[in-house]
Each structure stands twice: as C-alpha cells, then as structure tokens.
Nanobody
Framework: HVQLVESGGRLVQAGGSLRLSCAAS????????MGWFRQAPGKEREFVAS????????YYADSVRCRFTISRDDAKNTVYLQMHSLKPDDSALYYC???????????WGQGTQFTVSA
C-alpha cells in the first residue's frame, strides 16, 4: 500500500512560481511512475504531468508544457511539480498519484490546493 501526501499549495499571484511536493510512504518508490492531476471547481479531474520510474521520461498536458516541470528524488521518496508563469486557470486542487509501470494509477493523495490571483 502506498500513501501519498501533497504539500506546497498556497495563494500566489499570476505570473508567479510555486513548487508542489508529494511524499510517498513506500520502500519501493523508485519502481512507481508518478503523476500530477488537478481538479478545479465544477470541472473534471485532468492530467497535468507524469514521470516514469526512471525519471527519464516525462509527459505534460498541453496547457502546462514549458511552464511546469515534474521531477523525482527517489532518495527522499518525493515527486515535485515546479510551476512557473502561473495563471488563474491553474488554480485547482492538485493530486499526486502513483502506479506501477503498465498499471493504472492505483494510489492517490488527498490533494493540495492553490489559487492564482489575477
């Protein structure tokens, strides 16, 4: 079983930067692919970014590409989402998810909220 705890959400001004963290409580963290998703009020949850178990392959939603960077530190069992040039549309509850390669994201955190003010 994997437990995920997100942190880093706060109020930030448009154009600013923020880094979210997701700490995983599992000894085999390096074998999991990790993802970030977000859900704004009244909208469905959407994919933001993912990183494979090796850290060499990343994917991004078109809306965040070139502004967001996902990374992982296996020594700390943590995945990060570095965000720049934030827009009000980025405001949402951000979830961290984990899954083994070839499997769905079976583990989800509770989310961390941040709001971008115009």
């Amino acid at each position: 079983h994997v437990q995920l705890v997100e942190s880093g959400g706060r109020l930030v001004q448009a154009g600013g930067s923020l880094r979210l963290s997701c700490a995983a409580s599992v000894r085999t963290f390096s074998t999991y692919r990790m993802g970030w998703f977000r859900q704004a009020p009244g909208k469905e949850r959407e994919f933001v970014a993912s990183i494979d178990w090796s850290g060499r392959t990343t994917y991004y939603a078109d809306s965040v590409r070139c502004r967001f960077t996902i990374s992982r530190d296996d020594a700390k069992n943590t995945v990060y989402l570095q965000m720049h040039s934030l827009k009000p549309d980025d405001s949402a509850l951000y979830y961290c998810a984990a899954g083994r390669s070839g499997e769905p994201y079976n583990y989800w955190g509770q989310g961390t909220q941040f709001t971008v003010s115009a």
